[in-house]
T-cell receptor, first 113, second 117 residues
């Protein structure tokens, strides 16, 4: 059974600081997704990581994937208040006819002025 | 970007009522999914479909049922709602991602927040 674990689950940080969210998973996969969710809202796709060593950057967020270590990171650079949200990683379980995602527990990020 | 719609957005209903949550997408995606999410918690897959007349149960056991008679429509039904069904229900659809390794990217609807009293 695939397990996906994120840490930390809660993160309170000051504006301007850097921090990293970690996503560990238990079985082999080379496809990992990061999503953002604002309170009461749906999920917004942030990054799609499709191979070992993949690195994607968008603004102050950068995601990477190490399939050998079964680890993905989401790095936040110089945080701003607008980044406050819950961030989920999800691992793709490929099947013959399609794919299913297993989500981590989510990291609730609060950026304080 | 996919257009995926869910109705109603909010529903408060009494115990024992039958309810249907609607989900439609206009992108022609074959794959569709239903997730259940309690506030501040992770998403759990409860149903999925890889095409018309194909439905499967997901990872989390659910008393709900689904149907897929048309590609664009994937409704979820609860025959007799209970307070334990109170949650947010998110519908998603996916398309094959263009790339050498191939992957599916899921697009999510706005969700239905269900409260059973």
């Amino acid at each position: 059974e695939l397990k996906v674990e994120q840490n930390p689950l809660f993160l309170s940080m000051q504006e301007g600081k850097n921090y990293t969210i970690y996503c560990n998973y238990s079985t082999t996969s080379d496809r990992l997704y990061w999503y953002r969710q604002d309170p009461g809202k749906s999920l917004e796709s942030l990054f799609v990581l499709l191979s070992n060593g993949a690195v994607k950057q968008e603004g102050r967020l950068m995601a990477s994937l190490d399939t050998k270590a079964r680890l993905s990171t989401l790095h936040i650079t110089a945080a701003v208040h607008d980044l406050s949200a819950t961030y989920f990683c999800a691992v793709d379980r490929r099947e013959t006819s399609g794919s299913r995602l297993t989500f981590g527990e989510g990291t609730q990020l609060t950026v304080n002025p | 970007e996919a257009d995926i719609y869910q109705t109603p957005r909010y529903l408060v209903i009494g115990t024992g009522k039958k309810i249907t949550l609607e989900c439609s997408q206009t992108m022609g995606h074959d794959k569709m999914y239903w997730y259940q999410q309690d506030p501040g918690m992770e998403l759990h897959l409860i149903h999925y479909s890889y095409g018309v007349n194909s439905t499967e149960k997901g990872d989390l056991s659910s008393e709900s049922t689904v149907s897929r008679i048309r590609t664009e429509h994937f409704p979820l039904t609860l025959e007799s709602a209970r307070p334990s069904h109170t949650s947010q229900y998110l519908c998603a659809s996916s398309e094959f991602f263009i790339g050498t390794s191939g992957a599916y990217e899921q697009y999510f609807g706005p969700g239905t927040r269900l409260t059973v009293t």
